[in-house]
């Protein structure tokens, strides 16, 4: 038996295995329409920059000292981590500067950053997602929903530019901080992974046009809180586990982003339902949930509330929070007619 296997990893289903050294930069000046100015295209770039410098501090997490609390508290009254710190200046930093970002909505910030002569983009960004995960050494992620401002707008940036619907995203990401670091994005024509080589310091693409499996094998949910869940999302995942249903393996890492790629490349439902004592759940509207839903819907799946689609709801808080299913199309259409017959029961 070989101890080496040189073959790369099979290609998620829809998706190709790219052989070829295609960095990020090359494959978005190739996809970018041809009226673009290369402007979105240069933020995204940003963002990867971010990306590779707070793999290489999370890699080094136990080494620079900065597992651990910062001893602050975020906007959410939630410890903040050396490493949320650290990330969320990384991202600000990077996207502050080129004069292309107006205004960037963050997680740890109460309010949007304003950028003096900044450009038309405004960016929301979970800088650093399942932060209580990094003590122990378990994937994290940054998140990230990218809009433009109204054609028609000018002046001063208001509530407008901000609290807007998902479905007005021009691109969404994230960038996954696990056994290697790999960059998924859309900018609505697709969800295309690259993986960052650390040899060369380059994110090159691993698989373009991904998209859900046809057969699931995956739903993650915090089962320990499941006596605080509604009735609908209750019976949703007592139908799971039926004998007669097919069948799928439960897997909860408790970083979403993670929980959402795992997901996306073998099909399932991440879920965090509303409890009681939380009634919006856990997961942030602008920077967690719809960035995650345009993904899913650019892959064929589905996000959702457990009524609405995710990417419909307007939100009135920069930090509002919301019940989130994501994933598989099918199966978040179930849990949405579970949901529907419990209300009418
Ligand atoms: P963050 O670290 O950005 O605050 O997000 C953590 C979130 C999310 O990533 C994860 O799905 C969820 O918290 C896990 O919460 P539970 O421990 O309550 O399951
Ligand atoms: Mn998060
Ligand atoms: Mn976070």
């Not at 696990?178 to 090159?204: C, I, K, Q, R």
């Not at 997961?283 to 949930?289: N, Q, S």
Request: aromatic share 8%; charged share 20%; with cysteine.
């Amino acid at each position: 038996m070989a101890l080496f296997d040189p073959d790369p990893p099979a290609p998620p289903v829809g998706a190709r295995a790219v052989a070829e050294l295609v960095t990020i930069e090359t494959f978005l000046l190739a996809r970018q329409p041809a009226e673009a100015t290369g402007v979105l295209t240069s933020l995204l770039d940003d963002i990867a920059l971010a990306g590779k410098l707070i793999a290489n501090r999370t890699r080094r997490a136990g080494l620079t000292e900065m597992l651990g609390a910062s001893g602050e508290i975020n906007p959410q009254g939630e410890e903040q981590k050396q490493l949320d710190v650290y990330a969320d200046d990384v991202m600000t930093a990077m996207l502050a500067r080129g004069g292309r970002v107006c205004a960037i909505v963050s997680e740890e910030r109460p309010e949007p950053t304003i950028i003096a002569d900044g450009g038309r983009y405004v960016v929301v960004h979970d800088p650093l997602d399942g932060s209580s995960n990094i003590d122990s050494n378990v994937s994290v992620g940054t998140i990230f929903g990218v809009f433009e401002r109204d054609g028609d707008a000018s002046g001063d940036l208001q509530d407008r530019d901000w609290l807007r619907p998902g479905r007005d995203l021009v691109a969404a990401g994230y960038i996954l901080y696990g056994t290697s670091t790999m960059m998924v994005y859309s900018t609505g024509d697709g969800v295309h992974a690259f993986t960052l080589d650390p040899e060369v310091g380059e994110f090159l693409l691993t698989w373009d046009d991904m998209r859900f499996p046809e057969t699931p094998a995956y739903y993650s949910f915090n089962h320990a809180s499941s006596p605080l869940w509604d009735l609908g999302v209750g019976s949703f995942v007592q139908w799971l586990n039926r004998p007669d249903t097919p069948r799928l393996s439960q897997r909860y890492i408790g970083s979403a982003v993670a929980d959402f790629h795992r997901n996306l490349l073998h099909g399932g439902i991440f879920g965090y339902p509303a409890e009681t004592g939380l009634p919006a759940g856990k997961l942030r509207l602008l920077y967690e949930a719809a960035p995650l839903a345009y993904l899913a819907e650019q892959a064929g799946g589905l996000g959702s509330d457990g009524r609405r689609r995710l990417l419909d709801i307007e939100p009135d808080d920069l930090h509002q929070r919301t019940p989130v299913f994501v994933g598989d199309r099918a199966l978040v259409t179930r849990l949405q007619e579970m949901v529907e017959q419990s209300s009418v029961t």
